[in-house]
Structures are given as C-alpha cells and as structure tokens.
C-alpha cells in the first residue's frame, strides 16, 4: 500500500458544526502533516506529527484541533469554523520526521475540500 | 524567513515544445529541493534533488540543482497536453516549504 487516504473527499459544514477530517497510511511512515491550500495557491504547512508527538504547529488558530491516535491515523478536528477556512486540505506522511529526514519524500492524499457556510 | 520563489506564474505552449521552469530559494538549514505535479488534487512526486549538478532524469522530465546559487529548474521536453498541471518546488528545512508554483497549459 503506497497510499494516503483521506475521508471525507468533500464537506460541508456550518460555522456552529463540530466536524472532523481523516487521514490513514499503511506505509510505517512515521511523520504525518496536515497542509491547508486555497484556490491557486501552494499548500501551506499547519502541523507535523513526528513518531505521534506534535512537532510543529505553524499558528494555526485553535478552532483546528490535530490528533495522531496512532502511528497510521491522523485526524483534524474542526469547530467554530470561518468561510475563510474553506480549502483544500491535504494530509502527507513521510518515513521519518527526525532531523534525519530532510531527504524524505512527502506522500500526499487526494485532499478533503471543506467549504464553510 | 525561508523563501521559494518559482517562474513563470504560468506558461501557455503547443503539444512538442520544451518548457523550463524555475525555482530559486532562501532558507536557512536546506536539506533538500523536491519537484511536486498538482493536477485536480494530491501533488505527485517528481524528483527530490540534494546535490548540486547531478541531472535527475525521467521520459522527457529533468531536473538540475545549483546549490551555489540558490536555484534548481525542471525540463519538459516535447511536451503533451497530459502535461498540464501546476508545477510546485518545494525545499526541505526541518518542514517542506512550497513555492508560487507554475501553472503549464499545453495546448494540442
């Protein structure tokens, strides 16, 4: 298996919802990422998971909530939400995420596209 | 703060001409340089690059790193309109930082 896989492909969700975004990999990758991307613009980096601690958290507003059950799950709970999250957001896992990995390739989901009302 | 810049934005050609794009970068602590294609969704792999001068090459897709100046460009030769995507640069610091990206239409 050489996928990530993530659920749901396309949601809809009110600004008083509590909602959340799932990703998967069977790889033994052992770093996972959540990226947020806008229309024509690149992916940008919100949160690294590195052997299912948080290792990096670019400021993301507090209203996304990441959680790493296990080494092949990551999740990104979503409340409270704004019209401006809406996006494309897209889970990567790589093998490590030690600082032995700068020369790991990334392998990304198909996305889950969120649009907030 | 870290920085990748790609050029062009965009690109327009016909189905057999060969396309350069460019990324150059800024950042402290470089790791490695790592060429991404995004159709509709996931961004695909392409190349990743870590030394400077050796051309990684496959079909008609290439790609070069200087790491004295800060820059590395992707080759697509005879192109064919499959190859209409955005083209994303992306530099491995202690995360994967994307560039602008380029967006090639290529036209039959």
């Known amino acids: 298996d050489t996928e990530v896989t993530q659920t749901p492909k396309h949601l809809v969700m009110g600004m008083t919802n509590k909602k959340s975004l799932k990703c998967e990999q069977h790889m033994g990758h052992r770093a996972m990422y959540w990226y947020k991307q806008k229309a024509k613009k690149p992916p940008e980096l919100m949160f690294v998971y590195s052997y299912e601690k948080l290792s990096i958290n670019e400021s993301v507003p507090s209203r996304f909530s990441p959680e790493c059950p296990n080494s092949s799950l990551l999740n990104l709970h979503l409340h409270a939400l704004q019209p401006e999250d809406s996006a494309l957001y897209l889970c990567a896992s790589s093998q490590d995420g030690g600082p032995s990995s700068g020369a790991n390739v990334l392998t990304f989901g198909a996305g889950s596209r969120l649009t907030v009302l | 703060e870290d920085k990748v810049v790609q050029s062009p934005l965009s690109l327009v050609v016909h189905e057999g001409d060969t396309v350069t794009l460019n990324c150059s970068y800024e950042v402290t602590n470089f790791r490695s340089l790592l060429w991404y294609k995004q159709e509709k969704k996931a961004p695909t792999f392409l190349f990743m690059l870590t030394s400077s001068g050796i051309e990684k090459k496959s079909g008609r897709l290439s790609s070069i790193l200087d790491k004295k100046e800060l820059f590395s460009i992707l080759n697509i030769t005879a192109t064919q309109t499959g190859d209409s995507a955005v083209y994303l640069c992306?530099?491995?610091?202690?995360?994967?930082?994307f560039g602008t990206g380029t967006r090639l239409q290529v036209f039959p």
């Open positions: 992306a530099v491995r610091t202690d995360k994967l930082i």
